[in-house]
């Protein structure tokens, strides 16, 4: 499926837990845009994630239909989660401390997805599974779960990264040769700082 660009996210952050943590626009600003407004929008989100297939997602969304309660909890839970995620990660990009509420919170949803797991093997090696609960309605949750721990555990915390463009907020890693990427797209907001300073310079000089 194409990754580019959705109404529910831009997959700009080359970890599965940051794509997750953008599904807000102007997560920086006072007014953050959120993108996933029901349940059907994370179901979607995580179609075009490639967490779930086509046939699950059909399987969800019916499933959300004949349980619209249980799908706007697991709704709330994904948003928490989500916030967690963001301002963990926006922490460690900044340098600073984690802050341990939002590490309790991760660790809550880290005991739910470990009692789903399983080891199978993938290819020529072994993965982690959560198809067990595949037929939950809160399945995405777990391999996003995965990610931010795989992220978090890894040694390349020095490559997280937040949009210098402001109030964007996004989270990216960098993967470039040289750490050198500073926006989640040159297009959108390397582009505006580009021109933001440009002015500034101009006005500067008069
Ligand atoms: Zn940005």
Redesign the pocket.
């Known amino acids: 499926m194409s990754k580019i660009s959705t109404d529910t996210g831009n997959f700009i952050g080359e970890r599965l837990c940051l794509d997750f943590a953008n599904t807000v626009s102007w997560h920086n600003s006072d007014n953050p845009k959120e993108r996933l407004i029901n349940y059907g929008k994370l179901v979607e989100w995580s179609r075009y994630a490639d967490i779930l297939s086509s046939p699950q997602q059909k399987r969800l969304h019916e499933k959300a239909n004949h349980h619209p309660d249980q799908a706007a909890k697991v709704l709330e839970e994904a948003i928490e989660l989500r916030e967690a995620i963001f301002r963990l990660f926006r922490s460690i990009a900044a340098g600073l401390e984690t802050n341990p509420l939002d590490r309790a919170i991760l660790n809550t949803y880290l005991t739910k997805a470990y009692s789903l797991a399983e080891i199978v093997p993938k290819e020529s090696k072994y993965a982690l599974s959560f198809q067990k609960g595949e037929h939950e309605l809160d399945y995405m949750l777990w391999p996003i779960m995965q990610s931010a721990i795989d992220l978090l555990l890894s040694e390349k915390l020095d490559r997280i990264k937040q949009?210098e463009?402001e109030p964007?907020g996004?989270l990216f890693f960098d993967s470039s040769r040289n750490k050198s990427r500073r926006?989640?797209?040159m297009a959108?907001?390397g582009n505006r700082e580009k021109a933001r300073r440009h002015y500034k310079k101009k006005s500067n000089l008069k």
């Open positions: 949009c463009g964007c996004w926006w989640c797209s959108d907001c």
